[in-house]
């Protein structure tokens, strides 16, 4: 029998921080800045608002031909770092597959409350769905975007009309249970409050619709992601059709770049090729 291992957590604080545990983080953002502004350069996107603020903004791409589905990728950042702008090669896999690409940036914690910020992505999705009609919808996110993605998933997340569309929720090094932050230095600064702690959690709601979900992540990231991770294939199994696994000696950095790629197996997982 073959058992993932779990590590014990003693270390909480540590078990959260992929910084520390990546030393060589800043050489990672800094190539995701580079290989983005490369594909914009190859391939510049449609631009477009959601809202009214000024990062309630999306990158758009289509593929030639009639598009085959809608995937949205939604950037981590502990939900307080970067925007669209680091993201946009990430769109290369499945668009070389002849789907439409959406990387949506959002206002930053501090600067908006969690409540209101995933709030601010129901309505991302929601006017995403209406700019590419009447395709299949995919929304994949990584670290605090996989937990914006899952919980896509939840009843009354998106209107009837969209959620119907939505074919599968795409968690990479997902947060699905906020509750182990509370006590924790991140949030200092996020904000989290025990109240957002219970009802933002994916992993402690049913999810409800016709999707599937995938959680994924690298093998060597932190205890405590490979747990969150473990988690919301267990948490919404009972309820939907799940697909948990990680990737081989992928860090929290390094798990989101096979997207870039049409045939790597993350694409696949995008697109349903998997």
């Known amino acids: 029998m073959t058992m993932q291992k779990i590590d014990r957590i003693d270390d909480w604080a540590g078990s959260v921080d992929n910084r520390a545990a990546v030393p060589e983080h ?21 631009t477009h608002s959601y809202g009214e603020s000024e990062r309630e903004t999306f990158d758009l791409w289509l593929p030639d ?32 597959q002849g789907w439409a ?3 949506p940036s959002y206002t930053l914690l501090p600067n908006i409350s969690l409540t209101g910020l995933v709030a601010q992505m129901y309505g991302a999705v929601q006017t995403i769905a209406g700019v590419v009609p009447d395709v299949p919808l995919v929304v ?15 009843p009354g997340a998106l209107t009837p009309d969209v959620a119907a569309r939505l074919r599968r929720i ?32 994916p992993a402690l709601h049913r999810p409800v619709g016709d999707f ?5 992540a690298g093998a060597e990231e932190t205890p405590e992601f490979r747990r969150q991770n473990a988690l919301l294939g267990v948490a919404w199994g009972g309820y939907v059709t799940t697909y948990t696994g990680e990737g081989a000696r992928q860090d929290h950095f390094m798990v989101i770049n096979p997207l870039e790629e049409a045939d790597s197996k993350v694409t696949g997982l995008v697109v349903g090729l998997i």
């Not at 599937?212 to 994924?216: P, Q, R, T």
């Open 212 to 216: 599937d979900v995938v959680a994924w």
């Open 65 to 96: 031909g009639v598009p085959k589905g809608l995937a949205i990728f939604i950037h981590g950042g502990w939900w307080m770092n970067f925007d669209r702008s680091y993201f946009s090669n990430l769109a290369g896999g499945p668009l070389a």
């Open 101 to 103: 690409v959406a990387v």
């Open 26 to 46: 800043e050489e990672h953002f800094l190539n995701w800045g580079r290989r983005a502004a490369a594909f914009r350069g190859k391939a510049p996107p449609q």
């Open 170 to 201: 795409v968690s990479i090094s997902g947060v699905h249970d906020l509750r182990p932050l509370l006590g924790l230095p991140v949030n200092e600064t996020l904000g989290i409050t025990a109240e957002e702690a219970q009802i933002l959690s």
């Open 140 to 154: 994949s996110g990584h670290s605090a975007g996989g937990h914006l993605s899952a919980m896509c998933g939840l």
